[in-house]
């Protein structure tokens, strides 16, 4: 396995680490008029990233990697940024949607990584989460109008 696999899943892993944490924030302190829309869809976010981490450390300890544990090293390592709390629900789903975007755009640069060092399994992994992030890019931008 190569530096750039472990380095991909790594991000990833880092990214849905911090966005599990992001999104109980968001779930916990939306407010105002579409609480109960988003209250229920940040923990269905939150559960799919829970998901997320869990396979991509699975491949990537698969591949003999070591997936980052540590939230010094999530954090470190992380391209989106944490929740800075009093956001509100409009922000909350803005900021939402440009983290998604900038994991679909790592996404797609890891899957010619993948593709460039024959790892078929990683990049049919990084390709069903690419599909699932675009959709809900597609719905959250939709939800800000």
Known sequence: ???NITQVLNTQIANW?????KL???HWYVKGPQFF??????????TEAALHVDNLAERLLALGGSPVATLRGIIETATVKDAVGNESATEM???LAADFGTIV???KEGMSIANREGDETTGDMLLAIHSSLEK????LKSFLG
């Open 136 to 139: 809900h890019v597609w719905m």
């Open 37 to 46: 829309t988003l209250h229920l869809k940040f923990e269905e976010l939150y």
């Open 105 to 107: 755009n790592e996404l």
């Open 17 to 21: 680490s911090l966005l599990f944490t």
């Open 1 to 3: 396995m190569s530096d």
């Open 93 to 95: 789903v803005r900021t």
């Open 24 to 26: 109980h924030n968001y």
